[in-house]
């Protein structure tokens, strides 16, 4: 098949992420692949790299950002719109909500050819627009266009299943075009342990003892992430515990923000920034860690989860969105968003008890190693290319 993926930015993220894998994978099976993408702005990093050297091609449409810009808008469309009727694609496959939507709408809008119609138009669904902490008219805006680009989508893939129930509760499209693909993990990255010289190397690099407990969070230092709760339950929890220590792993628009929240606090000795780390060593900043704690208020499903599962760590996340798909009691603990004195419990809890840790860790490991398989979510998606193309 010839596939275009389209996605609004090249950041480190896990919709990018999974878009990679996809587009690797994709053409390692002799698809013909191109992936067209914007600029990676901002401090949230980029995945260029991890483009090179691969049999997919990138293109970049240097006027598809992500805020709402209706100039900008209108020209990435009509290039976007360009380059398709120049590749002819069998499926256009977006990601994101920008791109989701200028993508659909020009794959939908190209003309019938005399071989073949339009492409089938598939959107992965990573997350929502639409949330429950923006206004209720941004949201009525966001719910207005997503319908309309629905329309214009022949099948969608969501990470989660409450991404399909969400979606479907608004009125965005219909249950029967829906199909659930876990975002796929670079496994063997995770389940491969890395030696202890390599964990004491990276802890000495942040002023981390090796006897210390870390609360790993990995996540953008942005808006909705959930800092601000990690923090507050800091602040009691290094009362209780002398030698734990909290990582957050990331960079973004409120790093300088909580830098200065912390030393007022008096915990920059407790809290550490380790800023933008590349891919290849989130798994060395899990497995340097004893607990991965993730208090987004907002994700399709984070794929530091997981990630960490694999790496036989326990987790606490608020239970929000996908989080209750793969963090139980048997696996981490799942806790009320925002609620401050659960995530303290909870945390606790995990810090006290070695061998609770050690046992979640084991079961989240045996629990995500066949439903985060790179082949399995490939698997997924080409059988729905396929399914569509067949109508």
């Given at each position: 098949?010839?596939?275009v993926?389209?996605i ?24 013909d692949?191109t ?44 290039q ?7 590749i ?9 909500a ?32 639409f ?13 207005a ?5 629905a329309?214009r ?5 969501s ?6 129930a969400q979606a ?11 199909v659930?693909?876990y975002s ?5 990255d995770?389940?491969?342990?890395v030696g ?7 802890r ?7 006897d210390?407990i870390?609360?790993v969070t990995?996540?953008?230092?942005f ?6 709760y990690?923090?507050e ?10 030698k734990v220590?909290?990582?957050?792993v990331?960079?973004?628009n ?32 899990i497995?340097?860690?004893d ?7 907002r ?9 960490a599962m694999l ?8 239970d ?9 009691e ?6 009320e968003?925002?609620?401050v ?7 606790a ?6 061998d609770?840790?050690d ?19 490939v698997?997924?998606?080409e059988?729905?290319?396929q399914?569509?193309l067949?109508?």
């Amino acid at each position: 098949m010839r596939i275009v993926h389209i996605i609004t930015r090249l950041i480190l993220g896990g919709a990018q992420e999974n878009t990679l894998i996809s587009c690797r994978l994709l053409a390692e099976r002799e698809h013909d692949v191109t992936l067209i993408t914007g600029p990676a702005t901002g401090p949230e990093g980029a995945l260029f790299n991890q483009t090179r050297g691969q049999k997919y091609r990138v293109i970049t449409v240097d006027k598809l950002i992500r805020p709402i810009c209706p100039l900008y808008d209108a020209l990435s469309y009509r290039q976007i719109k360009k380059l398709l009727q120049s590749i002819k694609p069998d499926v256009v496959h977006t990601h994101s909500a920008k791109a989701g939507i200028l993508g659909r709408f020009a794959a939908y809008s190209l003309k019938k050819g005399a071989a073949k119609g339009r492409p089938a138009v598939i959107h992965t669904i990573h997350g929502l627009a639409f949330h429950p902490y923006q206004s209720r008219w941004l949201n009525r805006f966001y719910i207005a266009v997503e319908k309309s680009a629905a329309r214009r989508t022949d099948f969608f893939i969501s990470v989660a299943d409450a991404m399909t129930a969400q979606a479907t509760a608004a009125g965005v499209g219909s249950q029967e075009k829906f199909v659930t693909a876990y975002s796929a993990v670079e496994e063997e990255d995770f389940l491969e342990p890395v030696g202890q010289g390599v964990k004491s190397e990276f802890r000495q690099r942040y002023g981390i003892s090796e006897d210390a407990i870390v609360l790993v969070t990995i996540a953008r230092l942005f808006m909705l992430k959930g800092h601000d709760y990690i923090i507050e339950s800091a602040r009691e929890l290094s009362r209780r515990f002398e030698k734990v220590v909290w990582l957050f792993v990331g960079d973004g628009n409120l790093a300088e923000h909580y830098k200065q929240q912390i030393k007022q606090f008096g915990l920059a000795e407790r809290i550490k920034f380790t800023g933008l780390l590349t891919p290849s060593q989130i798994p060395v900043a899990i497995q340097s860690s004893d607990i991965l704690v993730h208090c987004s208020l907002r994700e399709g499903l984070a794929r530091a989860l997981p990630q960490a599962m694999l790496c036989g760590k326990a987790v606490v996340s608020f239970d929000v969105d996908g989080a209750g798909e793969v963090v139980n009691e048997k696996t981490g603990r799942l806790i009320e968003p925002k609620n401050v004195e659960q995530l303290t419990k909870a945390c606790a809890e995990l810090i006290e008890n070695k061998d609770l840790r050690d046992s979640l860790g084991r079961a989240g490991r045996e629990s995500v190693k066949e439903r985060f398989a790179p082949e399995k979510m490939v698997d997924t998606i080409e059988q729905v290319y396929q399914k569509v193309l067949q109508k």
